[in-house]
Structure formats: C-alpha cells, structure tokens
C-alpha cells in the first residue's frame, strides 16, 4: 500500500542547474499539491495540480520554476538555473478526487525531496 | 486570506507531563483545521482533523484538539508525554468551500522536546 513517493530523496545542484524533483500520488489520488519547506521554517504552499492541468499556482515563483502533472506518470517540479535560496525541502502531497465519499479526506504527504545547491 | 500563529518554536515537557500545543488561526470562511507531527527527515503525518461535527477530535497517539470558535483556535493535547513524541507539529488550515482539494496554510510549526 505504497504512500507518496518522492524522488530522488536527497538532490545537490550547481548554481544554474535544472532541477527536477518526482511525486508519484497515493494509489487513487487525482490531487497533486507541492509545499517548499525553508529552514525553521514551516511548509508554504507552491502549486496545486489535477490531471494535465493547473489548478492554483498562487504559490509560484514567477521565474524558473514550472510544474506538470501528465495524464501518464509522476507529476514535476522543475527548477531552472537553480540558485542558493532554492536549497530547501520540498514537498508533494496528494489526495483524491472530489466526491462526497471522500470531501473530508486529507492530504497525505511523501518524505520530501531535500535540494542542496553548491 | 487564511493564516495560522503558532506561538513559540520551541516547548520542552517531561516525560509523563501534560503537552500543550497552541494553534491560532484566522478565516473568512468556516475552515478545515489540520494537526501534522514531522519526524526528522520525514514528511508529514496526520495526527488529527477537524472539518464539521463535534469540536474536541481524537487523533492518533493519544493526542486530541478542540476546535473553538469564539476563539479561533485549535489547541493540541495530550496528557501524558512520550519520549517518542519528541517532533516537530504542524497546524494547518484549509478552505472549507473547496474541501480537502485546497491549499494548506501552514503555521511555522513547533518543536517539542521530552526530557526523560
């Protein structure tokens, strides 16, 4: 009964690398969320994405970052020409669709991907 | 726009003594309320939720919260600490129009200590 699984676990980048951190959603979750975690600090809302599409991204930087989720495989976090603050963990979440078996049901969380830039 | 304060980075109990987590949050909207722990190089676990019905919910581990209104908050407890409570909590607050498919906002989280 595989939860959230986030890859890799551990990315360390250059300064003006690309980035591309995995989230595969819980079996049956539709609902894909990714939190950024700073050092003390707590989880901050970045993206929210169903099925090829982008629900909320008020959460975005509005440069170098994108996220995908396909009709086929995990959903993305890209970052591009990382920079030192982007060293963080960063979190996916997922739940499922919406229906009224499952309006309460929370998010669940994977282990975080943790990305250290050089 | 939502928010959450949780007072304090840091509370520091002994072991078997009440733990007290404050949690204050702030809503336009009837909200969801979240109580998340964080083990060390973890992501987050659900403890508790409270989204409509009875006020004082019961999580995993003992721990339980009471949703008060007239307040804003949404307190953890639990009466007898553990040393493997030793964590870091989380509360969190969603829109309750848009169900469990919303954002979570979070509080900066506190960081519980268990002295032997």
């Known amino acids: 009964n595989a939860g959230v699984m986030q890859n890799p676990r551990h990315l360390v980048r250059r300064r003006g690398q690309e980035a591309r951190l995995r989230c595969s959603p819980m079996k049956g979750h539709s609902h894909v969320y990714w939190y950024r975690q700073l050092p003390e600090e707590g989880l901050k809302f970045m993206v929210y994405?169903?099925?090829?599409?982008?629900?909320?991204e008020s959460g975005m930087p509005k440069e170098r970052f994108s996220a995908e989720f396909p009709k086929e495989g995990p959903s993305i976090l890209r970052i591009q020409q990382v920079v030192r603050g982007d060293s963080a963990a960063y979190f996916c979440?997922?739940?499922?669709?919406?229906?009224?078996?499952?309006?309460?049901?929370?998010?669940?969380f994977g282990d975080g991907t943790r990305l250290s830039i050089l | 726009a939502q928010s959450v304060t949780q007072l304090g980075s840091h509370v520091s109990v002994s072991e078997g003594a009440l733990v007290l987590l404050r949690c204050n949050y702030s809503?336009?909207?009837?909200?969801?309320l979240f109580w998340y722990v964080q083990y060390p190089n973890q992501g987050l676990q659900l403890l508790l939720k409270?989204?409509?019905?009875?006020?004082l919910v019961k999580g995993i581990n003992g721990f339980e919260a009471e949703f008060k209104k007239s307040e804003t908050s949404f307190h953890l407890t639990k009466p007898s600490a553990h040393m493997s409570d030793a964590a870091e909590y989380f509360c969190a607050v969603s829109d309750e129009r848009t169900g469990a498919n919303s954002k979570l906002t979070f509080g900066k989280g506190i960081t519980l200590s268990v002295r032997p």
């Open positions: 409270y989204t409509t019905g009875a006020t």
């Open positions: 979440a997922s739940s499922p669709p919406n229906s009224r078996a499952t309006t309460n049901q929370p998010q669940h």
């Open positions: 809503s336009s909207v009837p909200p969801y």
């Open positions: 994405l169903q099925k090829e599409n982008i629900i909320d």
